[in-house]
C-alpha cells in the first residue's frame, strides 16, 4: 500500500461505484464495485492520501469521497491558471481529472478541444485571429448551416419517452478514441476486438488530418473533439508497426496519417499544435469551452442556447441502474451507456472565471527596465572553482536562496532577494542601501563560520567533481554530494553542515546524483550513478528529511534501500536526470550509451545519434519528453523520450553544463568559450549570446521566475544574467 499517492471515486455507467486508484510509479488501476457503502469500506482501508498532493488539496480520506463539483472548488488550480503558475494544457488535464474522465476507462477518456481551424496552409501563422477556433461554441454548433439543422431537430422533437437534443453521436466515444490511437499498442488490439478481428473500412479509419476537420464541419452524425494525445504525441500519427489499414477509394493505402501542409513530420504538428493551445488566442478564451464541456452551458436551458445538449443517456444522474429490475433492459442500457459516450461530471453552474492575462499579470512586461545584461557579480574569497548552483528561488521556500559547491567543497547559502533582481534599474524604483539580487552567505563572508559551510569529507582521489555530483533538496536546507572513497553518497544539513546521513547501495564509486520535480519540502525521488556502471533510485521522505527503506512504513528512518537498480551501461555514469511526472530516468556512461529507463527499472531503449556525436557527458530532459545530450567536442542532440532522433548540431565550445527553461522551449549552455549562450530548443537556432565571463562556465541554473540565469565561473566567481524568455516568443517579440 505503500506506494499509493492518490484516490479519486469515479462513476462507472454514470453510477458512483468506482475507485482509481494511482501509484507512485505512474500506474493507475480503476475497480468499479456493487455499491458506494463498498466503495467507502475500500477506502476507508487504502492509506490516507486523498487525491495526491498537486492539487492543493488535504490528504483525506473524505477528499478521496468527495464528488467533482466539491473537489473543483476545493482545490487551488484555477486560481493557478488564472496566475498562469500552469499551462492550459497542464489545467485541461486537472480538468479533465477531476470531473471524471480517465485513461482507464475509454468511455470516459479525457477530452480536448480542436484549437485551430487552418489545416491547409503551407505555413501556419499562429498571430493571425482566423486560424483559431471559436471556443464560446461547440464542434456542431460551428457551422452556420450545421448549426441550424440542429437546431431545427431539437425544437421538432416529439418523443415523451426521450428528452429532446442537438446531437445524436457524442464528442467523446470509446470508438473515436481507439480510432485516434489505432497506430498503437494496446490500442491495435483493443480496436481489433471491437471490430471482430478486422481493422475498419479505410474510408472511416482516421488517416487524414484535414479530412478529420473538414468532417466534423459537415457530417451531421460526427462532432467529436480531440484527445490529450493530440498536443504531445507524435507517434500516434506514425504507422510505426507497418499495419496493413485497407485501401482508400482512389486507391491509396492508409499508412502514416496525413499532415496538415504547414507541419512537415509528426513532431513538428504536435509542437504547432501544443503552441497554439497555449496561445493567448486560446488562452483568453478557454474557459468558455470549459463551460461547454464540464460548465453551466453542459446542460439545462444554457445548453439549449448554445446548441449543445446531447443524448440524454449519455449525462450523469440520467437513469438509476439499480432501480431497473428486468435484467435484459438493464443491459441493453448499459450497452447504450457504453456506445453513446459519457458527458464529464459537471463542475460548474455559473460562468468559469476567464484567465488573467500576460500584461494584466506583469504589467511592465514590455519595458526594459534592466539597464544592461549583468545583474550582479559576485566573486568569493575562496577562489576555488564553483562547481555547482542551485536556484531554489520559489517564495515559497523558506530562505530562497541561491546555493554554490566549490571543487573543494565549501558551500554557501546565498540569499536571494526577488524584488532587488525585479526593479533594479525601473524608472522611479530604489532599492535599499546595500541591497543586491544576491547577498554572499554571511558565514563565508565573514570568515568565522566557514567550518559550517566546510565538507571534509574523503572523496575519492581519481574523482573530478562537477555540477552532476552535487543536489540541494527544494526547500534548501539540505545538500547531497557524491564521489566518497567509501562509494557512498552523503547528505549533510545546510545550517549546519553537519553529516546526516551516508547512503550505501553502489560497488564502486558515486559519480552523479539527481533529484526529481517535487513541490516544495516534498517527497521525491533521488537517482545515483555510479562507476559500477548501475544507476539506483532512491526515495526522499520530506517526513523523515531522509532516504528510506519502505516510504510511510514507520516513524523512524531504517536503513535506505534503493527502490529500483538500473542496468545497461558498461562503464562509468557520468550524467542523469529523473521525472517522477514522466516516470523516466534518462542517464548516459562513458563513451555511451544515453539510456531510458522507467522508475520501475525497466530499460525502454538507446538514444542513437548520428556517427560523428561520441562520448555523452551530459543529459537533461523536459517536462515535455525532449532530450537534449551534450557530447565530446561541442556536439549536441536532441531526441523524443520515446527515442526519436530529432536533430544535431555542433557548437565551437566544450559544454560543461546546460539548463533548459521551465517550459523546455530554451536552452541555455556554458563551457571552455567563457560564454554562455540561449537557444530555441526545437530547432537548435542561437537566440542571444551573453557578455564573455573572466573563465569558464561550470554550473548553470534559472531562477523560479525564469528572469536570471546564474552561471558559476571556475575562477570562483558567480554571475547573474537578466534575460526575458518572451523577447524570442512568437507572440511578444514585436512588442520589444
Not at 113 to 141: H, M, Q
Not at 228 to 236: A, R, V
Not at 317 to 343: H, Y
Not at 372 to 400: E, G, M, Q, R, Y
Amino acid at each position: 500500500f505503500h506506494d499509493i499517492v492518490a484516490i479519486f471515486s469515479r462513476n462507472y455507467l454514470h453510477q458512483r461505484t468506482a475507485l482509481e486508484i494511482f501509484f507512485a510509479n505512474r500506474s493507475s488501476v480503476m475497480f468499479s464495485f456493487p455499491d458506494q457503502a463498498t466503495v467507502k469500506k475500500v477506502v476507508y482501508a487504502l492509506p490516507r492520501v486523498g487525491v495526491g498532493v498537486n492539487y492543493g488539496l488535504p490528504q483525506a480520506r473524505r477528499v478521496s469521497l468527495a464528488t467533482p463539483k466539491q473537489l473543483f472548488r476545493m482545490s487551488n488550480m484555477t486560481a493557478r491558471w488564472q496566475r498562469r503558475e500552469i499551462s492550459n494544457f497542464e489545467y485541461l488535464m486537472f480538468v479533465s481529472t477531476i470531473a471524471g474522465r480517465t485513461y482507464n476507462d475509454l468511455n470516459q477518456y479525457p477530452v480536448f478541444p480542436w484549437v485551430l481551424t487552418n489545416y491547409e496552409s503551407e505555413e501556419l501563422d499562429l498571430t493571425l485571429p482566423s486560424n483559431f477556433r471559436d471556443l464560446s461554441k461547440p464542434v456542431g454548433a460551428l457551422n452556420p448551416k450545421r448549426r441550424s439543422f440542429f437546431q431545427e431537430r431539437y425544437e421538432a422533437w416529439d418523443d415523451p419517452d426521450v428528452s429532446a437534443f442537438h446531437y445524436g453521436t457524442h464528442y467523446s466515444t470509446a470508438g473515436f478514441v481507439l480510432n485516434f490511437l489505432i497506430r498503437l499498442e494496446p490500442f491495435t488490439t483493443m480496436f481489433l476486438n471491437l471490430q471482430g478481428n478486422k481493422f475498419d473500412h479505410a474510408n472511416r479509419t482516421f488517416s487524414n488530418i484535414l479530412q478529420t476537420w473538414r468532417n466534423c464541419q459537415r457530417d451531421t452524425s460526427d462532432v467529436k473533439e480531440l484527445i490529450p494525445e493530440f498536443y504531445y504525441l507524435p507517434e500516434m500519427l506514425m504507422n510505426m508497426n507497418g499495419y496493413n489499414m485497407g485501401t482508400m477509394e482512389d486507391s491509396r493505402p492508409v499508412d502514416h496519417v496525413v499532415l496538415p501542409a504547414w507541419a512537415r513530420t509528426p513532431e513538428e504538428f504536435i509542437r504547432l499544435n501544443r503552441m497554439a493551445l497555449e496561445s493567448e488566442f486560446v488562452s483568453c478564451q478557454l474557459h468558455q469551452w470549459i463551460d461547454l464541456i464540464f460548465g453551466y452551458k453542459q446542460k439545462g436551458p444554457e445548453a439549449i442556447r448554445a446548441t449543445n445538449m446531447f443524448y440524454y443517456l449519455t449525462y450523469e444522474g440520467s437513469v438509476n441502474l439499480d432501480s431497473i429490475s428486468d435484467p435484459v433492459m438493464k443491459e441493453a442500457i448499459k450497452d447504450q451507456i457504453k456506445s453513446f459516450g459519457v458527458t464529464p461530471c459537471q463542475l460548474l453552474t455559473e460562468p468559469h472565471p476567464p484567465r488573467s492575462s500576460a500584461m494584466h499579470l506583469t504589467p511592465m512586461m514590455f519595458t526594459d527596465m534592466r539597464t544592461n545584461d549583468v545583474l550582479v557579480a559576485l566573486k568569493f574569497p575562496s577562489n576555488s572553482p564553483i562547481i555547482h548552483l542551485t536556484a531554489n528561488t520559489h517564495p515559497h521556500v523558506p530562505i530562497p536562496a541561491v546555493t554554490t559547491v566549490t571543487a573543494n567543497l565549501l558551500f554557501s547559502i546565498n540569499k536571494w532577494n526577488a524584488s532587488a533582481a525585479t526593479f533594479r534599474g525601473a524608472p522611479g524604483y530604489s532599492l535599499e542601501p546595500n541591497q543586491y539580487a544576491i547577498e554572499v552567505d554571511p558565514l563565508i563572508l565573514a570568515g568565522t563560520g566557514v567550518h559550517r559551510r566546510q565538507v571534509n569529507d574523503i572523496l575519492d582521489q581519481s574523482i573530478q567533481l562537477n555540477s552532476c555530483c552535487c543536489r540541494l533538496t527544494s526547500d534548501n536546507r539540505h545538500i547531497l554530494i557524491c564521489g566518497f572513497w567509501d562509494k557512498s553518497f552523503r547528505i549533510y544539513s545546510t545550517d549546519s553542515g553537519r553529516l546526516l546521513q551516508v547512503v550505501y547501495g553502489h560497488w564502486d564509486v558515486v559519480t552523479c546524483l539527481a533529484r526529481s520535480e517535487c513541490y516544495i519540502g516534498g517527497d521525491c525521488y533521488i537517482v545515483s550513478g555510479s562507476r559500477d556502471a548501475t544507476l539506483l533510485l532512491w526515495f526522499w521522505s520530506s517526513r523523515l528529511q531522509a532516504i528510506t527503506g519502505e516510504p510511510h512504513n514507520s516513524n523512524r528512518v531504517e536503513r535506505a534501500i534503493p527502490k529500483t537498480i538500473m542496468t545497461g551501461h558498461e562503464t562509468e555514469v557520468l550524467s542523469a536526470c529523473v521525472s517522477a511526472e514522466l516516470g523516466l530516468v534518462i542517464s548516459c556512461s562513458r563513451g555511451g550509451p544515453v539510456l531510458v529507463h522507467t522508475i520501475n527499472g525497466d530499460l525502454l531503449r538507446s538514444l542513437d545519434p548520428p556517427e560523428f556525436c561520441v562520448n555523452p557527458t551530459l543529459v537533461k530532459m523536459s517536462c515535455e519528453g525532449q532530450v537534449v545530450v551534450s557530447y565530446d567536442k561541442g556536439h549536441l542532440s536532441l531526441f523524443t523520450f520515446n527515442g526519436k532522433f530529432l536533430r544535431a548540431m555542433e557548437l565551437n565550445d566544450n559544454i560543461l553544463s546546460m539548463v533548459l527553461s521551465a517550459d523546455g522551449q530554451y536552452l541555455v549552455t556554458g563551457g571552455d568559450n567563457r560564454i554562455v549562450e540561449v537557444w530555441q530548443t526545437s530547432n537548435f537556432k542561437l537566440l542571444y549570446t551573453f557578455p564573455g565571463v573572466d573563465s569558464s562556465v561550470r554550473a548553470l541554473d534559472l531562477t523560479h521566475d525564469q528572469k536570471t540565469v546564474l552561471v558559476g565561473l571556475s575562477s570562483g566567481s558567480l554571475v547573474a544574467f537578466n534575460i526575458d524568455f518572451n523577447r524570442w516568443h512568437y507572440e511578444f517579440q514585436a512588442r520589444y
